[in-house]
């Protein structure tokens, strides 16, 4: 196992009831105004917006509404949030939503703290934040796993680049997997997938050695492809949803990474797409998974073979490692297609005319997988995808 | 999954060198005054002791030193070394060794601060300590998984009680696989064991429903049969020795017991076995666990059944349930043999004349397991270990 630093500061409060039963408590902690973040508005129509106002008003806490976060958050809406945020002495942002939500409150957290471009010190000084707003965050849709790190991806619209920033990592995470009922059974899958992403992307990073991280991440691997299948034929049921929403917190806690190097490809290609096209992370991610792999798989057959063993529990008697690790790829483009997920550009609403060379020339990987792809071979498998 | 409170503060460095690269930065966060905790002195002839003490001397910390920690540490010694914390008002406590010297310091960390007695307090007020002098961790031995916990297990020789208290969690550990190339071969294995004691004790207990912490679970008892395997026949292989290591504190850290309910049955029957004779904790176990599983696999077959097909890799086909529940415990009793456990009292050097009856009626079990043991039962599981 590769050295490695581990540390992860968020107490997660994981079930239902969660929210009533501690977030009262937990409000004593910080000072009186909090920003409550948010986005479409859903959370106003299935209850969770009157459960919250309702736990802050009775702490006595004065409420700064930042609405209107959007799927792939916006560079603009964090300058936003931010300046919300120094006018009114935010003392806790809460962000009750899913991974955009998250994702651009911890930005805001630190972009509230220093006057300069966070963008801009990240992408040219490389330097990262160290002061931020307290975070705390009740999640409403699973599969970013954005509640246990201080990761965010944001969309700077001007660049057109959908990159990683830092900001703050929260101090607290309600994780309610009956937030989820009422959330579209299609966001609910996506989400699941992107949760299944996470690990697959960690599990084809190095070292292929003897890891611990590897053995439990098949463990997340399984558990995740187990339990979306439950809910296709049984939505509503809690055990496989609060399964999913504990997976999609481990694949980004960082124990899945302990001792491995990653770079991502799938994700840092999705979010050029993204960056372009503005299409859902998850369906997205799907789309490029299978094609990716099919041109990856020579440059690490083993890993493959693994994968399609342990994972998808393909009986490796009678085949060639070549076969065996072919059989768990497909076994994947199976399971997206049994899942109802898009299988190409064009089922999932990518415009024909979309320049993917484009999308190719600007995705930026740093090879920490098993081959790092040229921006012509990126472009290759952009193709394939329409 | 059940609801549940998840979080863990410990910082981890590992690997190989961490020591020499970080602790000198990482003291400076803290006070001058250190206390350097240690057990029967091996460190002294490994060139741990030089290697910490210079970096101590280098960052102008006044060293107070706490040598002698036993094995099984009594809560004679926890006094001793809350009055030496007391009394040269130390800033930081530096434990440097296994298990038993991290949980002694624990215990130190918080005795240092109250004047009331935290036995009393935790076993007839049933109240925990709030205050605590800051914990860091300098792992030489794995197996307990102490170093991201705030557990302790202290044995109280007048009460004959070798029970739990609470106490600091270590802001810091580090984790080096190379501390343990000097440590005697049996007593790496008997920590490896008792690394998967605690993953078995966990994985027994309360639910047994589709459960993610399970299937993570699964995965750290087969890479720790695994890995004691590679050093049975290659004693210093770092890989495994590295594995091991993270195994350990990834056993007890508190992610395989999301949303489980356990009692630690195994070990609560060998604590009282170690008050009345100070036996080795994880040796112990070894003779203690395939009894006391051929006494619970009726209360839950389906669960032994399930160890046997993914841990131990027993294939079910033309086995009734039973069968292959039995099968997966005498691969336990088989793997225990191999590696040179003890599987009997006798071997593990327990006199004939130790009153079992005594040991038996002073364990305490809480029922979070498929069958709550009477007192009768625990008793004729121990005679059966004779």
């Known amino acids: 196992m590769n050295n490695f630093l581990f540390e992860n500061k968020t107490k997660v409060y994981f079930g239902k009831g969660g929210v009533k039963e501690y977030l009262g408590c937990l409000l004593e902690h910080y000072g009186d105004t909090v920003m409550l973040a948010y986005g479409g508005g859903s959370i106003k129509h299935n209850g969770i917006y009157d459960e919250i106002v309702g736990i802050l008003n009775a702490a006595g806490k004065r409420i700064v509404e930042f609405p209107g976060i ?42 509230a703290k220093v006057d300069e471009d966070l963008w801009e010190l990240e992408n040219t000084k490389h330097t990262r934040p160290t002061e931020f707003i307290p975070l705390g965050t009740i999640v409403t849709v699973f599969g970013t796993g954005s509640e246990m790190n201080n990761g965010a991806v944001i969309t700077h619209e001007e660049k057109k680049i959908k990159g990683a920033l830092w900001g ?23 989400g699941a997938f992107d949760t299944l992403s996470h690990a697959m ?64 490809q799938c994700h840092m290609i999705e979010h050029q797409l993204g960056a372009y096209t503005n299409c859902n992370h998850g369906a997205g991610l799907a789309v490029i998974h299978p094609v990716l792999y099919r041109h990856l798989l020579p440059a690490n057959t083993a890993r493959f073979a693994r994968f399609a063993q342990n994972v998808w529990g393909i009986d490796p008697a009678g085949k060639s490692e070549l076969k065996l690790a072919q059989a768990g790829v497909e076994a994947l483009a199976a399971f997206i297609k ?23 020339d600007s995705t930026v990987l740093t090879g920490g997988c098993c081959k790092k792809l040229s921006h012509d071979e990126i472009y290759e498998i952009l193709k394939e995808c329409k």
Chains 1, 2 share one sequence.
């Open 168 to 190: 703050a990592q929260a101090d607290f995470a309600f994780l309610d997997p009956t937030y989820t009922l009422s959330v579209p059974m299609k966001q609910v899958i996506s």
């Open 70 to 111: 959007m799927s792939n958050p916006t560079y603009a809406k964090v300058q936003e949030g931010a300046k919300l945020a120094r006018e009114n002495h935010v003392d806790l942002i809460l962000a009750v939503g899913g991974g955009s939500v998250s994702d651009c409150c911890k930005v805001v957290s630190a972009q």
């Open 338 to 360: 049994e899942i109802g997920m898009p299988t190409t550009f064009a089922e999932l609403g990518i415009p024909a005319d979309t320049d993917l060379k484009a999308v190719a």
């Open 201 to 264: 992307e960690t599990y084809f990073g190095k070292p292929d050695e003897n890891n611990l991280s590897d053995d439990i991440n098949e463990a997340v691997m399984r558990s995740v492809i187990r339990n979306i299948r439950v809910l296709l034929t049984d939505k509503d049921n809690y055990e496989a949803r609060s399964e999913l929403a504990w997976a999609s917190a481990m694949a980004e806690n960082g124990i899945l990474k302990i001792g491995k190097v990653t770079d991502f």
